[in-house]
Every structure is written in C-alpha cells, then in structure tokens.
C-alpha cells in the first residue's frame, strides 16, 4: 500500500504506484513531463501547451474549469492531479467520488517545491525530483535579490476588469523573490482595481502579463501614457504563475527582467 497526503491535507491510498495518470493542471503536467512520465500520463488539458507534442499524443479531457468528465472516465485514471485554485470545486469534488485526486494548493516557493517532492514520491520517481528541487533552490539562492533595490510594481493580469494580485498569492511571492514590493500586497488574492487606484499607487514598473489574459506591447504606449511616471513591461505570466519544474528558468529571467527595469529606471 502506498500512502500520499495531499496539499488539503487529504491521504489518499493506492494498491502501487500510480501508473494511469491525467493531469488537469499545466504547470504541473509538465513537471510530469521532465520527471520522465511519458508513458503513465494519460490525459490533458488543453491549456496543457508545454510539452507541444503531449497535445497531440495525449487525450485532452477539456480546460482546466470546463473538464469532460466522461473523457476522463472512459481513461480509467488510478491519479488525476488537481489545484484548488486552478480547477473548479465541483469538478474536483465529482472526480474524488470516483477516482484518486491529488489536490495542490500552492501560495509560495515552499509549497510548490513541497508539491514537487510528494508527486515525485507517490510516483517513483525520487532521484529525478530530488534533483529537480536541488536545482531550483541552488538557482533561487543565485538570485541573492537582497542586495538589490526593492522595485515598486503593479503586476496585471486581466484587463476588464483590470485585476492585479494580492497577498497570499503565488505571483506574489515570486514578485518578492524578483526583488519588487507589490503596490496592492495589502489587498487579498485577486482585487479588481482601476487606474485612478494605480494613479494613487505611483509604482515605478508596471508589469503587464502574458497570462491569463495575454497583454500584447500595443498595450505599451496606453499605459505610458496615462502613467507618465511608471515604466512599463510585458513580462511572462508562465514563469511569475507556473510552479513546477519551470521554476528552474525563473531565477535567471529575473536576474534578465530586474536587469532591464534597473537601466530604464
């Protein structure tokens, strides 16, 4: 028998190690990907982009809150792989009748690379997470933002309405490991915000993300205009947003981003 409990603190209970895996959340199918899950993964969504070629190999079961639920029945999964946030309630609820759901909730570095650890475990893959974790705090640890000035930033992510982040988030916290002071950190997970309350902020950057909503540079000129006094950058929501094994890449890109931002500012 083997024992995992997930990230809700639930323990799920399997005969062997899960062999028969869907993945419903991408930053972490491709963790599946680089810890050599070629063959266990089964089923994806759409939104699943990294690896490319696991979206014509494998059976896409819907997007992340519209699953086809009878796609992933007819899979016969022993493992789906679930987050709180990205998945919706009644989807996951309905899939944990039936089938084993292990359920990520990730805020920070410290939960992502728990989240790493335990799937690594429960999947028999020890060596390849172990190194993996290895490798992404050694490249945080680099990083050593300490000595660098902290940047004021607001960081958006949806344009109608405007949203942006708050505390308790997962981009939050990689905004303080890039070195930055989120303006609207006082606010809770995802605020709706305006640009009179951006105005009131001042921030010296404004960080427009590629994801979930995909910001394009036109975008630019706008918001230099109405704030003269911030510089404006499109940044990749997949490195601030994905915590699985892209966590890798993120220190370098924002050692790249501060970088940029120091010499404009």
Not at 75 to 81: A, F, M, V, W
Not at 180 to 186: I, L, Q, S
Not at 211 to 235: A, G, N, R
Request: proline content about 4%.
């Amino acid at each position: 028998m083997i024992f995992s409990t997930d990230q809700l603190g639930r323990q799920l209970t399997f005969q062997k190690s899960p062999i028969k895996i869907i993945s419903i959340v991408p930053s972490q199918t491709e963790l599946l990907f680089d810890l050599n899950l070629e063959e266990e993964v089964l089923g994806i969504t759409k939104f699943c982009v990294h690896p490319t070629e696991w979206l014509k190999s494998k059976t896409i079961v819907g997007g992340t809150k519209n699953l086809t639920i009878n796609k992933i029945r007819n899979l016969k999964p022993d493992l789906i792989l679930a987050n709180k946030e990205e998945n919706s309630k009644e989807d996951i609820a309905l899939l944990g009748n039936e089938f084993n759901v292990w359920i990520s909730d990730i805020k920070n570095l410290k939960d992502a690379l728990h989240m790493i650890k335990s799937i690594s475990e429960l999947l028999n893959r020890y060596k390849e997470g172990n190194k993996l974790i290895q490798q992404i705090e050694n490249n945080f640890e680099k990083l050593n933002v300490g000595k660098r000035k902290e940047i004021s930033c607001v960081y958006l992510i949806w344009e109608t309405p405007l949203m942006t982040v708050g505390d308790d988030t997962f981009i939050d916290d990689m905004l303080k490991h890039a070195g930055f002071r989120n303006v609207f950190g006082e606010l809770s997970r995802y605020p709706e915000i305006d640009y009179e309350k951006i105005d009131n902020k001042k921030p010296e950057v404004i960080l427009l993300s590629s994801e979930p909503y995909p910001y394009f540079d036109k975008k630019i000129t706008e918001f230099e205009l109405l704030f003269p006094y911030s510089k404006i950058f499109m940044v990749d929501g997949e490195i601030f947003s994905w915590y699985g094994s892209r966590l890798k890449k993120a220190p370098l890109y924002f050692k790249e981003l501060r970088d940029k931002i120091e010499s404009a500012l």
